[in-house]
């Protein structure tokens, strides 16, 4: 959904209005969304990003998450910079000229309203609570599982609607991504539900676990 006010003419301001649907889809209460995407010309790494930020830093006063990002809309790809837990939506335009004299090229405003893929790329902090089962340290709904086997998107699709089904585990939004941990590459399954617990967690892994089982007997039908 696009921001028209208080923005910098001619830009793109962003923001997410239906934040982690699969769980908030389900039930009547409505989020506060504040996942804000500004428009960049061209992509920017997420040491840019940072680098970026620390440079007007005297722009920011509050603890304000930044992260590189792109977005899929009508099969185009358009790179931005994500920010969340913004305070003020007044001080939009405020940053934006922050960003601008640091050399910041914002896309020329577009038609750009509907449904769309956020790809993410971002540092965060979490702490294991048993193997392949993580919290996160900031925000209190959302926990991780580690896959020590990799997957396809609709292998992953696949796996949660059939999750989703039998109700099992219980309301949740969940999407997939990698994750740098000792040097390698792992994939990583991101949960979000309200008051998470561990075995929430616990039974999402199980039904991956099952799920690449499945993958190796030759009388299923296999994901991939």
């Known amino acids: 959904m696009p921001l028209e006010r208080n923005i910098m003419p001619n830009t793109n301001v ?17 989020p506060k969304p504040n996942s804000i995407f500004l428009l960049t ?27 590189s990002a792109y977005l899929e809309y009508k099969d185009k790809q358009y790179p931005a910079i994500r920010i969340k837990h913004f305070p003020d939506y007044n001080r939009l ?12 090229e914002f896309l020329p405003k577009i038609n750009f309203e509907g449904n769309s893929v956020s790809r993410v790329q971002k540092f965060f902090e979490m702490r294991e ?29 696949l796996t949660i609607q059939r999750l989703k089904n039998n109700g099992n585990c219980g309301l949740l939004d969940a999407v997939y991504g990698d ?5 390698i590459l792992v ?34 039908v296999p994901f991939l």
């Open 14 to 30: 962003l923001e997410a209005s239906h934040p982690y649907a699969d769980y908030y889809g389900h039930i009547p209460k409505v």
């Open 41 to 67: 010309r061209k992509f920017h790494y997420l040491e840019e990003v940072l680098a970026l930020v620390s440079q007007v830093s005297e722009c920011l006063q509050d603890d304000i998450n930044f992260a």
């Open 93 to 104: 335009l405020y940053l934006q000229n922050c960003l601008k004299e640091e050399g910041l």
């Open 179 to 183: 994750i740098m941990l000792d040097g």
């Open 187 to 220: 994939k990583i399954i991101r949960v979000f539900a309200e008051g998470i617990q561990s075995s929430l967690l616990k039974c999402i892994k199980a039904e991956f676990d099952k799920s690449f089982v499945g993958m190796l007997r030759k009388d299923k």
């Open 129 to 157: 609570v048993e193997p392949g089962i993580y919290m996160d340290n900031q925000e209190s709904n959302k926990g991780y599982i580690l896959c020590d086997k990799q997957f396809s998107s609709p292998h992953f699709n």
